[in-house]
């Protein structure tokens, strides 16, 4: 058992590495996310591509994204597929846009798999090295909707 000052000790630990992680966040601009919260664009295509098969989106995975994305990806390894929601993607002269991130411990043996699931949906992917989550130690896979001139 912990005494007093070793859980007080732990406690500023603690609040040095929230500093530290926010930081991060502020120096290299990356944007709050969400959690568990799916763009409303996002629901539209996951829906289009359920039916699409005969799979009713809600009814027939029970709302769960973890088995639509098993689904889409073909098979049953989505470890991609951490920390996620929405955020906010803010560009200087454009337009505010919700964005679909999933921000994981990332191995090189998942990368085939945002990328399917992005191509099977038509959307866009993109790669970051920061995250929300854990700046530098997860990095970030952003979906977004293609604009009509991409």
């Known amino acids: 058992m912990r005494t007093k000052q070793e ?10 590495h929230e500093a530290f992680v926010d930081q ?4 290299h601009n ?3 996310v ?10 539209k295509r996951l829906t289009k591509w359920c039916r699409s098969r005969g799979k009713p989106f809600m009814r027939h995975y029970g709302g769960n994204l973890d088995l639509v ?9 989505s470890a991609w597929l951490d920390h996620w929601g929405t955020t906010i993607l803010k560009r200087p002269g454009m337009a505010d846009e919700k964005v679909f991130v999933s921000e994981p411990y990332f191995h090189i043996s998942e990368f085939p798999n945002p990328m399917k699931f992005a191509e099977e949906l038509g959307i866009k992917l993109r790669i970051e090295l920061m995250s929300w989550h854990y700046p530098g ?3 970030r896979l952003s979906f977004r909707e293609p604009k009509e001139k991409e």
Do not use: C, D
């Open 7 to 16: 859980k007080q000790a732990y406690i500023e630990q603690f609040r040095e």
């Open 24 to 27: 991060l966040r502020k120096l």
């Open 30 to 32: 990356i944007s709050k």
């Open 34 to 43: 969400t959690p568990w919260k799916i763009p409303m664009w996002l629901q």
């Open 69 to 77: 994305v098993s689904a889409i990806v073909g098979n049953h390894h």
């Open 137 to 139: 130690r997860a990095i």
